[in-house]
């Protein structure tokens, strides 16, 4: 039996079916023991559970657990509104009688006899339509099925509308019964329901069940069934012929899982999600009873059953649908494929067609290995997270079983977009965003942003606030290379430092791009878009533009420009400016080329011909980047306590403070060398001896530093606007301190 669709009137492979809540009718049915392995069976009934009432008129079987503990129970009490009787003698699951006589109304009952499964060979039930045209024997079998779970420890079991109960009947010689047609009107020859719809007939059922005594119960139960995806229909499962892939007669099922160990996964879980699908799935039904669609190009012998197996015959069909299509197969007199050497009359030829999903998994055959520009196996298949059961389920099967291979190197799958409430996006709701849209209001750059800051692995939401929050993330990125290229104007070969000849605080910063350069490879690499663009937003928010250009700008705009630490700094401005257009280039690739083009103009110029750079490994210095951690939890401290005297307004801007800190020696030693006042951008900076005053700002993150503050001497210099005491020192320049006058002086001479 497949799983068939009644509105489409064709089977389905799982890839096709969608599982959704369902109301379903649920009866309990006594099935009369007739004849019985031993005395206390006699005058017993075998009591089933079913969901599908529509599958009695098909019962051929009930399976029981050859291992389980089973009862027979004598009935002495029921609630006035039940069906059972008292007196009547019940079999079931020795674990589940509390449960089922709850369900079914009984109050009380003894137990009369407990007995293994295994004792019942040879027992054979009534069917409870019997005297209605079901007068034949409902043996009792064993099943490896049968659990003690649910239900009520036996199973109804009718073979043409269940695989286990198909398994069952075949291990015992029964025949799977013809009882519903394609439209799921059951056959003319089917007593009592002939002509009705299985959709429909579950009350019919219940209400015959009832007038022949044979029911003890009814109620409904919402539960996860298969539906169809295209039409949304629940599905039956039908006894049909069908072409099937046998998944272990070639051992394809091994190779495939042999497959997906040998395959690269992103994310890692979906390796585990494909292997599971695999390890359990039935043989794959590639049938379909539709009229349009890739046909199954076989002969069978009206005779044997067997496909007819006959290269010529397989040429000339090939050769025909090449050059007429597979049309031709359906609009073509069958001798013309047969030619000579067989007869049309004795042979059927097949007018299903192939499942959608066969179509589809041959792709890396007629794509990949048909095109010398192309290679095989791909490098990556990638698409959503349902194409485990479809695309990349197919693919590999028909690789598999083909080329003894996966037809994938990886897998790379992915969530659906979502609106920004995680609701499905739809009209009526007002929650679409259109690409365009964005595209045409914020530019294409922000989309990709957000691409890339999502998770990929899990759904992704997006919405006019989601949205906002990428163009903030933008700006923070645009603004790191506005002020790259902005101070690296004029920048030349024969101004550039070596490493060795830097500060530390210029030297920390190579290393941390010899730390990205590794993250961002291995991401690249793995895929890992979203920790890519984390790990480069926060180096160029929190790094950068909070730390290193706010501690630098004072040398960059202030100092001489022979001045060795401006060098250095521009030097390492101009690393970071060619580090950061190739990183952001896979991201930004609009703003990327703007910021490459502004210093390599030409037409024959574009950041997308670039490699990563290649990083010095002796940029690496984790002892310098612990020290450097240290220091910044340090200014951490420091800063915090001067925005408490911004906001009480005792200062204007950090300039005009020149705090005593009072820290630990770790922070004494890291400090040791290091010009405080530059770090913590204040005029003056020192550090206290003994305890800290009562008054002082003391750090609440652990650290034990203390600050108090305190104003700085001297007067405001209108160029840099530090307050020191030497501005107006120089007659020549009364209102600038002696650095800047110097680099006013030196300017001139700098600049030829």
């Not at 890839?15 to 004849?35: C, G, L, M, N, Q």
């Not at 009359?345 to 998994?361: K, N, R, T």
């Not at 010095?616 to 951690?629: C, T, V």
Request: hydrophobic content about 40%.
């Amino acid at each position: 039996p497949v799983m068939w669709s009644v509105v489409e009137k064709t089977a389905l492979a799982e890839a096709e079916v969608e599982y959704k809540d369902h109301k379903s009718t649920t009866i309990w049915v006594r099935f009369p023991i007739v004849t019985t392995p031993f005395e206390s069976l006699n005058g017993a009934s075998v009591l089933i559970r079913t969901t599908t009432p529509w599958t009695i008129p098909g019962n051929r079987a009930v399976a029981y657990g050859p291992e389980m503990d089973y009862v027979v129970i004598e009935v002495t009490g029921v609630t006035d509104d039940s069906l059972a009787q008292t007196g009547e003698k019940l079999a079931l699951a020795e674990a589940l009688v509390g449960k089922v006589a709850e369900d079914v109304g009984i109050t009380d009952y003894k137990i009369l006899h407990n007995f293994k499964g295994a004792d019942l060979s040879g027992a054979v039930c009534r069917h409870p339509f019997h005297g209605q045209g079901y007068d034949f024997d409902v043996p009792l079998l064993p099943g490896d099925h049968v659990t003690a779970e649910d239900g009520t420890g036996f199973v109804h079991t009718a073979p043409g509308h269940g695989a286990e109960d198909f398994v069952v009947g075949q291990a015992h010689g029964i025949e799977a019964p013809q009882t519903v047609g394609p439209g799921g009107l059951f056959y003319d020859h089917v007593p009592l329901f002939a002509g009705d719809h299985v959709y429909k007939v579950n009350g019919k059922v219940a209400d015959t069940l009832q007038e022949a005594g044979a029911l003890l119960k009814r109620g409904t139960i919402t539960h996860s069934y298969p539906h169809s995806w295209r039409s949304k229909a629940p599905l039956i499962f039908r006894n049909t012929p069908q072409w099937f892939i046998s998944m272990d007669i070639n051992d394809l099922r091994q190779k495939a899982l042999d497959a997906i160990d040998q395959t690269a996964f992103y994310p890692e879980a979906g390796r585990n999600r494909l292997r599971a699908m695999i390890q359990t799935r039935p043989d794959w039904c590639v049938s379909r009873q539709r009229a349009w669609g890739v046909p199954i190009t076989v002969f069978v012998s009206k005779e044997t059953g067997e496909p007819l197996r006959d290269e010529g015959v397989m040429d000339r069909i090939a050769a025909i649908i090449e050059e007429e299509g597979a049309d031709a197969w359906f609009a073509s007199d069958p001798q013309r494929f047969l030619g000579d050497d067989f007869a049309a009359d004795d042979f059927e030829q097949v007018s299903d067609i192939l499942d959608v999903w066969f179509d589809s998994g041959s792709t890396h055959a007629f794509v990949l290995e048909a095109r010398d520009d192309l290679q095989s196996p791909a490098s990556l298949y990638l698409e959503g997270s349902d194409q485990h059961r479809g695309w990349f389920h197919s693919s590999l099967l028909e690789s598999c079983g083909t080329r003894g291979r996966a037809p994938y190197d990886g897998v790379l799958t992915h969530g659906f977009v979502l609106a920004e409430d995680k609701l499905k996006m739809s009209k009526s709701s007002g929650n679409t965003v259109a690409p365009q849209d964005v595209i045409a209001s914020h530019g294409a750059d922000i989309l990709r942003l957000w691409v890339v800051a999502s998770d990929y692995s899990e759904d992704l939401k997006i919405g006019p606030e989601i949205i906002k929050h990428q163009a903030d993330a933008y700006r923070r990125l645009r603004n790191t290379m506005r002020f790259l290229l902005g101070n690296l104007d004029g920048f030349a070969e024969d101004e550039r430092v070596a490493p060795s000849d830097m500060p530390e605080l210029d030297r920390w910063v190579l290393h941390r791009l010899s730390e990205l350069d590794a993250l961002v490879r291995n991401a690249a690499n793995t895929y890992d878009f979203h920790a890519m663009f984390t790990a480069l937003h926060n180096f160029c928010a929190v790094d950068l533009s909070a730390f290193y250009f706010d501690v630098r700008k004072d040398i960059l705009y202030c100092s001489r420009r022979d001045d060795p630490v401006r060098r250095a700094t521009r030097t390492v401005l101009d690393e970071l400016y060619s580090c950061l257009t190739a990183w952001l280039a896979p991201i930004l690739c609009f703003t990327a080329e703007e910021a490459w083009l502004a210093r390599n103009p030409g037409d024959d110029e574009s950041v997308h011909l670039r490699q990563f750079p290649e990083i010095s490994a002796d940029w690496r210095d984790d002892a310098l980047a612990e020290k450097w951690e240290t220091i910044r939890a340090f200014r951490r401290a420091v800063t915090g306590a001067l925005e408490i005297e911004r906001a009480a307004k005792r200062i204007g801007s950090s300039l005009q403070a020149a705090p005593v800190i009072y820290a630990g020696d770790n922070y004494r030693a890291a400090m040791d060398g290091l010009d405080m006042a530059e770090i913590c951008i204040t005029s003056e900076a020192s550090f206290g001896e003994g305890a800290a005053p009562q008054d002082a700002h003391h750090a609440d993150d652990g650290s034990g530093i203390s600050v108090m503050p305190a104003l700085a001497e001297g007067e405001k210099c209108e160029r840099c606007w530090r307050f020191v005491p030497d501005v107006g020192s120089l007659p020549s320049h009364p209102t600038v301190c002696g650095r800047c006058a110097d680099a006013v002086d030196h300017f001139p001479i700098a600049a030829e």
